[in-house]
């Protein structure tokens, strides 16, 4: 099919394939696989209805904090340069930056091909003066950008608190990756969720719906449909809570029942209630992110929240040596 948008195929450092990450989660003590395989077509578009429950408050909120510091955004880092966003999904957050950046490109990074795709050809269509790219990578195995980023006046957008999905050591590392990767007079915008009352947090990732559940099963069907694995998604359930002390949300999926499993011809055993660990999403105050940032090398230059304090948006700056 004929399309605006260039696609990129061949950045993408090595890394753990599914199979890989799989066999050495269900192998591990306690069983876990890293959230970033969610994200299949149907886990894309399962996370998209999520984004739209009543319960999830992240994405509305982070989509008018957005709204509102457009303006003032774009007199902090101006007009004319280039847009990276990392962890694009449907870049429906992006259209709220574009008219008042206008920068000269944007470049859509995700995991899913045939959805990555999807959304930035109405992207482009729907933006006829932008130039649009789309890379399907892995951010968090080590960042290369296409050869036309030039990487001058650069902003990196990394949205949804996707950031909270790293270990705060993690986070400080990727961060000091991305600090690497950045010119002086680069600048990240990075949305972080706050801590919050715990009844909150938890409605957030238990919707009445059940769509979360269903996104958090589908990990499952994918093994069972991509790979050599007779894993019974109904033997499970969705299981999310909020640890206080670790200030972070934690998702599992929890065995109903005394099972065996098997995946690529090893068989792993589950005991009754016993779970599978799919997702942290760690919530920092502003002070603390901001002090991560610190320690990334950044120097912070504006912070936005919404009335409430439910959630914030970082800009964060690459300074030159000295300055």
């Known amino acids: ?10 950045l993408q450092p090595a890394g753990p394939s599914l199979r890989d990450a799989a066999l050495a989660g269900l192998a591990a003590t306690p069983k876990a696989i890293a959230p970033k395989f969610f994200y299949d077509r149907r886990g894309s578009e399962l996370f998209e209805r999520i984004c739209q429950q009543p319960e999830y408050y992240l994405t509305r909120t982070e989509e008018a904090i957005l709204a509102a510091a457009a303006n003032d955004l774009a007199g902090r880092v101006g007009q004319g340069g280039e847009l990276v966003e990392l962890g694009s999904g449907a ?3 992006v259209r709220l930056l574009l008219d008042a950046l206008r920068p000269a490109r944007y470049l859509a990074i995700d995991l899913s091909t045939d959805f990555l795709l999807s959304s930035t050809q109405r992207l482009a269509a729907d933006y006829p003066w932008l130039e649009v790219s789309a890379a399907c990578l892995d951010y968090s195995q080590g960042l290369r950008l296409p050869g036309e980023f030039t990487l001058t006046r650069p902003l990196l957008f990394f949205p949804g608190s996707s950031i909270g999905n790293f270990a705060p050591e993690q986070a400080l590392a990727f961060l000091q990756h991305l600090h690497a990767l950045l010119p002086a007079g680069g600048a990240l915008l990075v949305g972080v969720d706050l801590p919050k009352d715990k009844a909150v947090l938890e409605a957030a990732y238990n919707d009445a719906a059940q769509v979360t559940k269903a996104f ?30 670790e200030s972070c949300i934690e998702m599992h999926l929890v065995s109903r029942e005394p099972q065996e499993v098997t995946l690529e011809g090893r068989t792993f055993r589950f005991e009754a209630g016993e779970s599978l660990l799919t997702e942290r999403s760690y919530k920092y105050s502003v002070e603390g992110f901001t002090a991560l940032g610190r320690r990334a090398g950044f120097v912070p230059a504006a912070v936005w929240t919404d009335p409430q304090r439910l959630f914030s ?11």
């Open 216 to 245: 958090n099963l589908n990990l499952l069907e994918r093994l069972r449909e991509t790979l050599a694995c007779d894993i019974d998604p109904s033997r499970f359930e969705h299981r999310a809570f909020f640890d206080e002390a």
């Open 1 to 10: 099919m004929a399309t605006s948008v260039r696609f990129h195929d061949d």
């Open 91 to 93: 870049s429906r957050k």
């Open 313 to 323: 948006v970082h800009l964060l700056r690459r300074e030159a040596p000295g300055a």
